[in-house]
Protein backbone atom coordinates (compact mmCIF):
# COMPACT_ATOMS: atom_id res chain seq x y z
CA UNK A 1 0.00 0.00 0.00
CA UNK A 2 1.30 3.47 -0.99
CA UNK A 3 0.96 6.73 0.75
CA UNK A 4 -1.17 9.29 -1.87
CA UNK A 5 1.13 13.00 -2.03
CA UNK A 6 -1.77 14.76 -0.87
CA UNK A 7 -1.34 12.68 2.22
CA UNK A 8 1.98 12.42 2.43
CA UNK A 9 2.57 16.55 1.91
CA UNK A 10 0.07 17.09 4.25
CA UNK A 11 1.96 15.02 7.15
CA UNK A 12 5.08 17.01 6.26
CA UNK A 13 3.70 20.47 6.27
CA UNK A 14 2.09 19.35 9.84
CA UNK A 15 5.46 18.33 11.31
CA UNK A 16 7.38 21.08 9.85
CA UNK A 17 4.73 23.57 11.30
CA UNK A 18 5.27 22.37 14.47
CA UNK A 19 8.85 22.17 14.51
CA UNK A 20 8.67 25.80 13.63
CA UNK A 21 6.38 26.81 16.56
CA UNK A 22 8.61 24.89 18.94
CA UNK A 23 11.66 26.39 18.06
CA UNK A 24 10.43 30.13 17.86
CA UNK A 25 12.47 32.44 20.46
CA UNK A 26 11.16 35.02 22.20
CA UNK A 27 8.40 35.90 25.02
CA UNK A 28 6.81 32.34 26.07
CA UNK A 29 5.09 33.74 29.47
CA UNK A 30 4.89 36.77 31.06
CA UNK A 31 7.92 39.52 31.84
CA UNK A 32 7.79 41.26 35.43
CA UNK A 33 5.38 44.22 35.70
CA UNK A 34 7.26 47.16 35.93
CA UNK A 35 5.40 49.22 38.27
CA UNK A 36 7.73 51.82 38.83
CA UNK A 37 8.87 53.41 35.26
CA UNK A 38 10.62 55.99 36.51
CA UNK A 39 12.84 54.14 38.25
CA UNK A 40 13.03 51.01 36.29
CA UNK A 41 16.90 49.42 34.82
CA UNK A 42 17.21 48.55 31.07
CA UNK A 43 17.57 44.61 31.02
CA UNK A 44 19.14 42.34 27.89
CA UNK A 45 19.48 39.11 28.23
CA UNK A 46 21.83 37.33 25.43
CA UNK A 47 22.54 34.42 24.05
CA UNK A 48 26.19 34.08 21.70
CA UNK A 49 26.38 31.44 19.16
CA UNK A 50 29.19 29.43 21.24
CA UNK A 51 28.46 25.55 20.43
CA UNK A 52 27.52 24.18 23.87
CA UNK A 53 23.98 23.24 23.24
CA UNK A 54 23.31 24.99 19.60
CA UNK A 55 20.63 22.30 18.99
CA UNK A 56 18.38 23.69 21.93
CA UNK A 57 16.95 27.26 22.93
CA UNK A 58 17.54 28.28 26.37
CA UNK A 59 14.48 28.44 28.11
CA UNK A 60 14.63 31.85 31.01
CA UNK A 61 12.42 31.87 33.89
CA UNK A 62 12.50 35.10 35.82
CA UNK A 63 11.43 34.31 39.59
CA UNK A 64 9.97 30.81 38.63
CA UNK A 65 7.82 32.32 35.93
CA UNK A 66 8.62 31.39 32.32
CA UNK A 67 9.46 34.35 30.49
CA UNK A 68 11.79 34.19 27.32
CA UNK A 69 13.23 31.20 24.94
CA UNK A 70 16.46 32.01 23.90
CA UNK A 71 18.36 31.09 20.68
CA UNK A 72 21.85 30.91 19.22
CA UNK A 73 22.46 34.73 18.60
CA UNK A 74 18.85 36.28 19.90
CA UNK A 75 18.42 38.94 22.35
CA UNK A 76 16.12 40.35 23.98
CA UNK A 77 15.48 43.51 25.94
CA UNK A 78 13.20 44.69 28.80
CA UNK A 79 12.46 46.62 31.68
CA UNK A 80 12.91 45.60 35.46
CA UNK A 81 11.83 47.62 38.63
CA UNK A 82 14.89 47.67 41.06
CA UNK A 83 14.70 44.82 43.51
CA UNK A 84 16.42 41.31 43.62
CA UNK A 85 15.16 38.68 41.17
CA UNK A 86 16.15 34.78 40.19
CA UNK A 87 17.17 34.58 36.97
CA UNK A 88 16.99 30.42 36.19
CA UNK A 89 17.43 28.96 32.84
CA UNK A 90 17.37 25.67 31.30
CA UNK A 91 18.99 24.00 28.29
CA UNK A 92 18.78 20.22 28.15
CA UNK A 93 19.66 19.14 31.77
CA UNK A 94 21.86 22.10 32.22
CA UNK A 95 20.25 23.83 35.13
CA UNK A 96 21.64 27.42 36.20
CA UNK A 97 20.60 29.70 38.65
CA UNK A 98 21.55 33.14 39.26
CA UNK A 99 20.58 36.11 41.55
CA UNK A 100 20.58 39.51 39.57
CA UNK A 101 20.45 42.63 41.88
CA UNK A 102 18.83 45.40 39.91
CA UNK A 103 19.44 48.82 41.17
CA UNK A 104 17.41 51.53 40.04
CA UNK A 105 18.04 53.36 36.66
CA UNK A 106 20.68 51.39 34.70
CA UNK A 107 21.61 48.71 32.28
CA UNK A 108 22.37 45.26 32.30
CA UNK A 109 23.25 42.70 29.38
CA UNK A 110 23.13 39.36 30.83
CA UNK A 111 24.86 36.60 28.58
CA UNK A 112 23.27 33.08 29.44
CA UNK A 113 25.86 30.19 28.69
CA UNK A 114 24.53 27.46 28.23
CA UNK A 115 27.38 25.26 30.05
CA UNK A 116 26.87 27.60 33.45
CA UNK A 117 30.34 28.38 33.82
CA UNK A 118 29.45 31.82 32.65
CA UNK A 119 26.59 34.06 33.87
CA UNK A 120 28.42 37.29 32.84
CA UNK A 121 26.41 40.61 34.06
CA UNK A 122 26.00 43.93 34.65
CA UNK A 123 27.78 45.44 31.91
Known amino acids: MSVKPPLLRSVVTAALTLLLLGCAGGIIGYL??????RQASDVTVFRDGSLPGFI???????????????WRNQQF???????????????GLNECRRVAYIQPNRTYRFRLAPNCYRFDGPF
Open 77 to 91: SFQLDPGEYLFYYTI
Open 56 to 70: GPITLRIDDRKTLRV
Open 32 to 37: PVVTQP
